[in-house]
């Protein structure tokens, strides 16, 4: 005989579920196709992939990690990738001349294996590289070339040698502030002075001017199949190359107030223009303005650039951002870092702050996106002090980020569940002012590893 009535344990399970609604848990995304001109997605950029996500597939090191390992250099290091050979490679910016070095590290020992110093260029020495498809470096030198940094072994012995160079005319006083690879084959850049411009498989230079002329690019640029997203400190593009050179597709100003907020680099968005969606990972484009007392949340539709939701985020007390949102799905995260003290040199060019000190107040918000109704809804808002860009891994479903707590400056990596912004586990990192993580981008290795910049090289944290 059939029994066709349930357990008293699944009925009650089942009331359980439905009186307490859905899940507030993130929804489900979907990634953009890989770019064919980069490496693997997730350690390709500073940003994981072409769209500025802040996400990767892989697993971190989890809740019980081993003990973080120190990575000495000499050098403040921002920026660490790795292309499809598993070598790291780490751009530095070195103390004694302010200029770019690119150190090739050992994987498993993180030691140096070589390095090729770079003249000096702008955005502390060149922050804003990629890795691309034949594992190169792609960056841009003082010189103002574009430079294709190749690495090989003959026996014990590593070189890092230039493999290709194009030469980038730009006008006195300007430079290159961002590099990337567009998914039409093309090398696309933008520039402090806002300029924006690509570089074709065969070596032709095609730059225009953004706006009026009186635009500056002081963030990374993106790119999906519909074109390369850029955000000055007025506006956000959505270019293409044309038969007449760069095609503005849409411009959608921003409120960028009156002056930069502490805690930030530039007066205007902190944001990389990040793509996003459901369905295909880039249906939208999400940046942060810089209204006072509040910033927004502007979400803007990919295809047109019509402004899906805006939502003013964090608090009065906490509401200024220099980093990139992490998107995925429909939610988007926020870390504030209204009053970080970044050093004096990173903000010389940057204008005066208003006010011009404040206490780093810290804090972080998820928001959800609902393209239906074009609402945007605040799903959470917790009091995190995060001392780094936040990193979505999306195959362990945690946020991982740095926490910069109490007075001798102690250092941690942090796990948050994104569902509700709680703190899953902290594992210890450094202490003091070299351990330092000045609110740049960890990247997690397809083993699990996570390495973190520091003013003092780097550090890695392993399963």
């Given at each position: ?10 009925l ?33 950029n ?6 500025a ?59 140096p ?53 194009v ?103 902190g ?35 019509r ?9 009065e ?22 009053g ?34 074009g ?8 009091e ?7 990193r ?24 948050i ?44 944290v392993?399963?």
């Open positions: 005989m059939i029994r066709r009535t349930a357990p008293a344990t699944v009650l399970a089942l009331v359980v579920v439905l009186m307490a609604g859905p899940a507030v848990g993130p929804a489900a995304g979907a990634a953009m196709p890989p770019n064919p001109y980069a490496g693997p997605d997730g350690t390709w500073m940003h994981g992939d072409a769209g996500s802040d996400t990767t597939p892989f697993e971190g090191p989890g809740a019980d990690p081993s003990p973080a390992q120190p990575a000495p250099l000499p050098a403040v290091c921002p920026t660490i990738l790795s292309g499809a050979d598993g070598m790291v490679q780490a751009l530095c910016t070195e103390y004694i001349d302010r200029a770019p070095s690119l150190y090739l590290l050992d994987p498993t020992t993180l030691l294996v070589a390095r090729r110093h770079l003249s000096a260029g702008s955005l502390l020495g060149g922050v804003y590289a990629y890795v691309d498809n034949e594992s190169r470096l792609v960056t841009v030198d003082g010189s103002g070339s574009l430079l294709w940094l190749a690495h090989s072994r003959s026996g014990l012995r590593w070189s890092i040698d230039v493999e290709r160079e030469p980038l005319t730009l006008p006195e006083g300007d430079a290159v502030t961002t590099v990337g690879p567009g998914y039409d084959s093309n090398v696309w850049f933008a520039t402090a002075q806002g300029r924006a411009g690509y570089v074709t498989p065969d070596g032709d230079v095609v730059i225009a001017s953004l706006g009026a002329g009186d635009e500056k690019v002081a963030n990374s640029i993106s790119s999906a199949p519909s074109g390369v997203a850029v955000t000055t400190d007025h506006a956000t593009y959505l270019l293409r190359a044309g038969g007449d050179g760069v095609r503005t597709v849409w411009r959608q100003p921003y409120d960028r107030g009156e002056a930069r907020k502490p805690g930030q680099l530039s007066h205007g968005s944001s990389t223009p990040t793509f996003f969606g459901k369905r295909t990972g880039a249906e939208f484009v999400v940046i942060t303005d810089n209204a006072a007392p509040r910033e927004n949340l502007l979400v803007y539709r990919a295809r047109d650039g402004e899906v939701c805006q939502l003013p985020i964090l608090t007390e906490s509401s200024g951002t220099e980093n990139s949102p992490v998107a995925w799905g429909n939610s988007v995260y926020i870390a504030s870092t209204y970080y003290p970044y050093p004096a040199q990173a903000t010389e060019d940057a204008g005066e702050s208003i006010p011009a000190k404040a206490d780093f107040a810290g804090g972080m918000e998820r928001t959800d996106v609902d393209e239906r109704s609402a945007c809804e605040s799903v959470w808002r917790n995190v002090p995060s001392a780094a860009v936040p979505l891994s999306r195959g362990e479903d945690v946020l991982y980020t740095v926490t910069r707590r109490g007075s001798g400056l102690t250092w941690r990596l942090a796990r569940d994104p569902a509700d912004g709680q703190i899953l586990s902290e594992t210890f990192l450094g202490l003091g002012p070299l351990a330092n993580t000045l609110q740049m981008v960890g990247t997690i290795l397809p083993d699990g590893t996570l390495l973190q910049g520091t003013l003092a090289g780097l550090v890695a392993r399963r």
